[in-house]
């Protein structure tokens, strides 16, 4: 028996959490025991990580260090587990956010993340990444009415375009397992297309 792994990625206001729910639900209701996680966190160690990643301002390379560092707990203690069970896990975030963030928001060395994702979880890779792709503008607005910003929520808008084109550019590299929604639409919208995709999917 072996499980699926879903990831879900996109710039920080784009609707992930809400159509994350909308996804679980259809995936229960199809009998599938499901695993809901997210990272940076989903241990007692890597939620420790989460906080100091949230907070304290660092180094570009002890930001990516801790963030696969979390990783790897994460990968060991849960994701793994869940899946040899057969339970679909579902990860708000994962190394294509690593991607998106370090390497093109911030600038940090490709080469330097692709041999920490080789070391940390070689061929292991999700089965499907849904990426919630939205305007930096229109995410931003949506971003500063719903709630308090942590650290990366508060760079600027040519940061989240730097990220949101690093999140293109890998869907166009892996479109086997990408999957591309529009955000900016209605989210009752988008929600009804994620219920339809997930009734039958995997
Ligand atoms: P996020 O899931 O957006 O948390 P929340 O919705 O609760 O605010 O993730 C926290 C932040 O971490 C987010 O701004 C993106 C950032 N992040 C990276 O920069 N690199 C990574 O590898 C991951 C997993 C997240």
Known sequence: MQG??????????AGKSTQIEVIHQAIKARGIEVVRTREPG????????RELLLT??????TETLLFFASRAE??????RPAMARGAWVLSDRFTDATYAYQVGGRGFSAEKVEALEEWTHGGFQP????????????AAERLAKARQLDRFEKESLDFFTRV????????RQYPERFLI?????????VSDELRRIFATWG
């Not at 989903?42 to 990580?49: A, M, Q, R, V």
């Not at 994460?74 to 994701?79: E, M, P």
């Not at 529009?182 to 919208?189: E, F, I, Q």
């Open 42 to 49: 989903g241990t007692p160690l890597s939620e420790k990580i």
């Open 181 to 189: 929604i529009n955000s900016m639409r209605d989210k009752d919208v």
């Open 164 to 171: 949101r084109e690093a999140y293109l550019t890998r869907a």
């Open 56 to 61: 304290e301002s660092m180094q570009p390379e």
């Open 127 to 138: 089965d499907l990444t849904v990426l919630f792709d939205i305007e930096p503008q229109v």
């Open 4 to 13: 699926r792994f879903i990831t879900f990625e996109g710039i920080d206001g």
């Open 74 to 79: 994460h990968i060991a203690r849960v994701i």
